[in-house]
């Protein structure tokens, strides 16, 4: 990767603005790597970044909190905004570029078009979120056609959204590579989210129970448990551990996302679970033995 430093990170928000400086580089014949967030930035972020760096020789993020993303009841008005703080962490983090538009440039007056992956978008947390994927593909298409990345990294923690967008990548024939990055946790195993931020002190205390619920659900199938059994003690585990509701917790293929039949198919496990504010999702792998 080409060296940047703090005073030589760049933002734009504008769409010519980042066109001209990616097509610059490419012409250049450098690499290019977007890294897509909604802001708030953690280490999970910053893995990221530092995995982009790896990969590709110039580092593109972009920070833009979506409505097309969020329900009617949903936080958009709440979602953590903090740009300054967020440029500060990226230009130590030595990414080049800053994309950072806002609803307008988006999404001019008049705008009409969405993107939707069909059947893979509308279970899981699509099925409790309706709509939400779609302003997901919409957005990420959006992003894509404008910077033209030769890779775009997204977060295995999001992981029913990273088989989204891989899909949608190969159907629109957008030549990006899209790379999952493998989850960040505290050190308690809590996934790192910027909406664990709404957690209370005693709640986020209890959260981790999410992660170990379905790490044991994983163990026992893989050593051959019967997969519902092993779901249903893994409901029980979270509601126990002060969760108040639970979306779901289940066993999926881990490239369809279709209900897990057999050990014999790879496997992951999903949740989704309501504890105070938040609304928490993590995702294990089953891993054979
Ligand atoms: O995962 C996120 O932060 C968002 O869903 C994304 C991919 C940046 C699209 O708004």
Redesign the pocket.
């Known amino acids: 990767m080409a060296a940047a430093d703090a005073d030589s990170t760049v933002i734009v928000r504008d769409i010519d603005a980042l066109r001209r400086r990616i097509g610059a580089w490419r012409r250049d014949h450098q690499s290019v790597a977007l890294v897509?967030?909604?802001g708030a930035l953690h280490n999970g972020h910053l893995t990221l970044m530092a995995r982009a760096q790896q990969m590709a020789d110039r580092v593109v993020a972009?920070i833009?909190v979506?409505p097309k993303?969020f329900g009617p009841r949903e936080d958009l008005a709440a979602y953590p905004r903090q740009e300054s703080t967020d440029f500060q962490m990226l230009a130590a983090a030595g990414v080049h570029l800053l994309f950072a538009p806002d609803v307008a440039t988006m999404y001019p007056k008049g705008y009409a078009t969405s993107v939707r992956v069909a059947g893979l978008s509308t279970m899981l947390d699509g099925a409790h979120r309706r709509g939400h994927f779609d302003g997901?593909t919409t957005?990420?298409t959006k992003l894509l056609l404008q910077a033209g990345p030769n890779i775009a990294l997204?977060?295995e923690k999001?992981y029913q959204?990273l088989t989204i967008?891989k899909r949608l990548a190969v159907d629109l024939n957008i030549p990006v590579d899209i790379i999952g990055v493998p989850t960040v946790r505290e050190g308690d195993g809590l996934a790192m989210s910027s909406r664990n931020a709404y957690l209370t002190a005693a709640e986020r205390a209890r959260a981790p129970a999410l992660y170990r619920a379905i790490t044991a659900a994983a163990a026992d199938i893989a050593a051959g448990g019967d997969i519902t059994a092993a779901l249903a003690v893994a409901r029980e585990k979270i509601l126990q551990a002060g969760f108040s509701k639970i979306d779901y917790v289940d066993a999926r293929h881990e490239e369809t996302l279709a209900r897990l039949k057999s050990i014999r198919e790879p496997g992951r496990i999903l949740a989704a679970a309501h504890m105070g504010n938040a609304r928490l999702i993590d995702n294990v792998a089953i891993q054979r033995v």
């Open positions: 897509p967030t909604m972009t833009f979506n993303q997901v957005v990420v997204f977060g999001d959204q967008i």
